[in-house]
């Protein structure tokens, strides 16, 4: 068999947006979401939160069909529009709660505008956004933004301006922040929720409702913490006033982490949000995952001579398919975990976490180190399998590799000393050598301790009545962490 034909496809949802319908598994996160009965999705880095956003802008028609359009506040790759947030961001709550607002707005009637359906109150807004200078005759979302934020910035300035006297003359068009007085409002000046409330009101008579997506939000706002944080409490309490509508959704694709990080401090709306779903997956969802890749391979349909449907229809029918292509057991013994398993421990990180993000690049690391063993005439495949225990345990390094480098480096670079730190020691620590490793008192040393273990670089236990700290092997690989005790 040639493996260079083989593959488990790209870790990278966005990268592989055509393919990833064929084979997705439609987990109970993806039909709440589907069904419309969830807002807010998160999961860890890797988790799917992204494939779910690439497959529902993929079922875009399907949704149509039940009078739903979709619109992407953000682009799928590239260079997010928020690049430009960090240079002069808006520095009250209620500049990026307009913000985001008025985007909202922007990205509805710039819709409703090439979908040729503006016409009567929607039209109305369209006009006051137009003299706004927040509609132009051809728009890019990163456009939109751009005169988001600078309407934002006016807006909340001419408005800290006693009784509002400021507004004539001081900012573009007839909108303001607050509900207006009789003076402004026979003048023609409405509030943005004013306007959201005529929005929605026009898609409930014409009988369609928008799902604004909001995606990549993990690196939208990574310029600064502060800006991040800010944001997205904005974002969140945009979210809960439009939770009355009935025509306009957001649907937020977050990161767990970045959601602790923002509610740390407190943050009152978080107790109120219940329209959300944390991806989860366990070692069945994950193996169907694998199983239903392969199977998008013609050369290993042709090689086991089965059929797709027939094996995706069963669950036992996938694991016997599974053990085709690969050996029972990687470490051979009674007490010894079957590979699949053996797998998912090599990935999983100190929060018990396996993302299929991490488990597709070991599959497809598998290949590659197959390969390279058959390039120098190593071939210990044993048949039917395609793949070698050899194989198998050489991909550990790359992804371990692959998962410090570009996210605990790439994300938490303040913590990069202090996990080089840990190289060629052992993998279980207590308070103690912890203080060796770093150089520091028991204070700091459990400072630092507590913030690895919120990053999942310790998985954190107790033993004999002490904190026990255990790197897990999703890092212990690429910096050559051995097994055992360090105290």
Not at 165 to 187: N, R
Request: with cysteine.
């Amino acid at each position: 068999m040639n493996l260079e034909e083989v593959n488990f496809g790209n870790q990278v949802a966005e990268n592989e947006a055509n393919a990833l319908s064929t084979y997705f598994v439609e987990t109970q996160a993806w039909k709440k979401l589907f069904n419309g009965e969830v807002d807010v999705i998160f999961g860890s880095k890797g988790a799917g939160k992204s494939a779910l956003y690439t497959l529902l802008l993929n079922k875009s028609n399907s949704l149509y069909e039940r009078d739903v359009f979709l619109i992407s506040a953000e682009k799928p790759t590239g260079k997010t529009v928020f690049s430009d947030m960090s240079s002069e961001p808006p520095t009250q709550e209620n500049e990026f709660i307009t913000l985001w607002k008025v985007y909202f707005c922007q990205l509805i009637v710039n819709w409703l505008i090439e979908n040729k359906m503006c016409e009567g109150s929607a039209k109305v807004v369209a006009d006051k956004l137009v003299d706004a200078g927040l509609i132009e005759e051809k728009n890019t979302i990163k456009r939109l933004l751009a005169s988001a934020k600078k309407f934002a910035k006016q807006l909340t300035r001419v408005e800290g301006i006693e009784g509002g006297l400021g507004l004539e003359g001081g900012v573009s068009g007839k909108i303001t922040f607050h509900t207006p007085d009789q003076e402004l409002k026979t003048k023609g000046y409405s509030s943005v929720d004013e306007i959201l409330d005529t929005l929605n009101e026009y898609l409930s008579e014409i009988g369609k409702v928008g799902w604004i997506l909001c995606d990549r939000l993990d690196v939208a706002f990574d310029q600064s913490i502060e800006l991040e944080k800010n944001a997205l409490r904005a974002l969140f309490k945009v979210y809960r006033d439009l939770e009355e509508y009935e025509s306009i959704f957001l649907k937020i694709f977050l990161r767990d982490d970045i959601w602790n990080r923002i509610t740390q401090e407190g943050f009152r709306e978080a107790s109120h949000i219940n329209r959300d779903i944390t991806i989860s997956w366990n070692s069945r969802n994950l193996l169907n995952l694998i199983v239903s890749r392969a199977l998008q391979n013609t050369i290993l349909l042709e090689q086991y001579n089965v059929d797709s449907k027939d094996i995706l229809a069963d669950y036992d029918k996938q694991k016997d398919f599974y053990y085709k292509m690969f050996p029972k057991q990687v470490d051979v013994g009674e007490r010894q975990s079957e590979t699949f398993e053996w797998v998912l421990s090599r990935i999983r990180d100190g929060l018990n976490s396996a993302p299929p993000r991490e488990l597709i690049h070991y599959y497809n690391e598998m290949i590659s180190q197959e390969i390279n063993e058959q390039d120098i005439a190593n071939n210990n495949v044993e048949e039917p399998n395609i793949i070698s225990k050899v194989a198998i345990k050489n991909a550990a390094y790359e992804v371990s590799k692959t998962r410090i480098l570009r996210t605990l480096f790439a994300e938490y670079p303040e913590f990069k000393d202090d996990i080089l730190a840990f190289e060629n020691k052992k993998a279980e620590h207590n308070v103690e050598t912890l203080c060796t490793v770093w150089g520091v008192d028991t204070n700091m040393a459990l400072i630092k301790a507590n913030k690895l273990s919120e990053l999942g670089f310790f998985e954190l236990k107790t033993a004999k009545n002490e904190k026990v700290y255990k790197i897990p092997f999703i890092y212990r690989f690429y910096l050559n962490v051995t097994q055992g005790k360090a105290y």
